[in-house]
């Protein structure tokens, strides 16, 4: 089993900036691929970024490209999502999880972080 625990969430003004940290525990590999996913009140579960074991990283989200940045460090087991120019329908739970190699599909996943962008 691998533990995911966020971290980093909070209430901030519309404009500002929060860095989301994911750590991960237990059976992690280097090769996995780690990713953040958000849900907000009523809607569907989105996939925002991931990035993997050797760096590439996607973007499912086109309103935060250019705003958020995903990177991770290997040697500390986490991921990170630096959220810039926040808005207020970035408003959601920020979820990590983890996919394994050459497996479709993220198996493990944190508890989520709640994130709140006034306006």
């Known amino acids: 089993q691998v533990q995911l625990v966020e971290s980093g969430g909070g209430l901030v003004q519309a404009g500002g900036s929060l860095r989301l940290s994911c750590a991960a525990s237990?059976?992690?590999?280097?090769?996995?691929?780690m990713g953040w996913f958000r849900q907000a009140p009523g809607k569907a579960r989105e996939f925002v970024a991931a990035?993997?074991?050797?760096?590439?990283?996607?973007y499912g989200v086109d309103s935060v490209k250019g705003r958020f940045t995903i990177s991770r460090d290997n040697a500390k087991n986490t991921v990170y999502l630096q959220m810039n120019s926040l808005k207020p329908e970035d408003t959601a739970v920020y979820y990590c999880?983890?996919?394994?190699?050459?497996?479709?599909?993220?198996?493990?996943w944190g508890q989520g972080t709640q994130v709140t962008v006034s306006s």
């Open positions: 999880a983890v996919q394994r190699l050459s497996v479709p599909r993220y198996d493990y």
């Open positions: 237990g059976r992690t590999s280097s090769t996995d691929t």
């Open positions: 990035i993997s074991w050797i760096g590439i990283t996607t």
